[in-house]
């Protein structure tokens, strides 16, 4: 008899199921298997993992965020992968350097499989940076130099010079953040994981030099980035530069005619943020065995090069983002350097109610200052972070008891 497994898997696009039902159907065929496909929405994914995970119900095996995952770990509601399992899936050689260090381990226990990558990164229009006579290297070197690269581009009479992920995309605002405070070489965490930095003096002006890039934004722009988000007006045309994950420019079919053959991409310096997705088998998991051989079928290279560009990420295993079939596709070099060269936030226990809690402040930031332009920056971004970094250490406090 067939055994029965359920995948869920974190919807990116309409089409995600349809994509991914005929290699599922595929595997089940050759593995005695029937793999049922429940799909969920990043806006609620979260939320619901959790409920599977209080629950002891749910999916054999599931998507998860890969800052999530030490999340579950705490909650005990994850399976481990054996050194057995690991091997069978070609080792952590296997897979991408950044995207293994998400992996939370337990002595020989991995929680997690890298599923697919996902790097943030610099979207920007060739034919613009041109006009302001600066070259991508310098242009984007630092956060003085992008600001004075967003005033040049206002000159051009562009309403949303960079664009910002904000409202639209919390996380990526998170993931985009990240880099102006390892290049001031701040951290959002102590090197223990129970200590807030985030509100620290250095960390706080990193924050300021990232939202101080809205103050080359004219009032038509900032409702514009406020109304559709920072992809749309990229791929539209309005705005110059876009700071998002590879989904941004990595397809054509989104983008206006007059800007496919301009778009460039460049990394943050000194890192570009590498998150993405990984599986997870859960405690409840009915048929522990099958669960292992579909994740190990999923994170192949071969399910890798067939699937995971379709779905706007990128790889996690090396031997798929050096296939042939991959190098050939667009901007292919520049998104290979900056997952190669990227950075994750380690691990830290719970660190995804961090994320959730700093993701909801910095949204809140974002709607203040589109509500008033003149808001004083310092004293806006001080009286966020620094309850936000109280109210956590007394959480952290609490749970370490």
Known sequence: MPVDLTLSVMSRRPETASLLRPLLDQYASQARVRVHLEMMTWESGHADLNRAATSGTGPDV????????????AMKSLRPYSSADIARMGG?????????????????????APWTTEVFLIHYRKDLLARTGLSADEAFASPAAMLETARLLGGLGLDVPIALPLNHDRNGTLHCLAPFLWRSGARFLDEQGGGFLFAQPEARRAVREYYQLLTTYTRRGLDRLHEVGAWKLFRDGEAAVAFGSQGLTLSREHLAPEIVDQVGVAGFRPHSFVGGTSLVMWNHARHPSAAADLVRFLVGARTQVDLVPALNALPAVVDALDDPAFVQGRLHRDFSLAVQNGRGYGQAP?????????????????????????????????QALSPLARR??????????
């Open 62 to 73: 599931s998507e998860v965020g890969s800052t999530w995952v030490s999340d579950l770990v």
């Open 350 to 382: 719970l660190w995804g109610v961090v994320e959730d809690r700093l993701t909801a402040v910095l949204a809140s930031l974002w709607d203040d200052f589109h509500a008033d332009p003149t808001l004083d920056l310092d004293a806006a971004i001080e």
């Open 92 to 112: 952590a050689e296997a897979f991408l350097p950044a995207a293994w260090m998400t992996s939370p381990q337990t002595g020989e226990q991995v929680w997690s």
């Open 392 to 401: 956590l250490a007394l959480t952290f406090s609490q749970y370490r008891k």
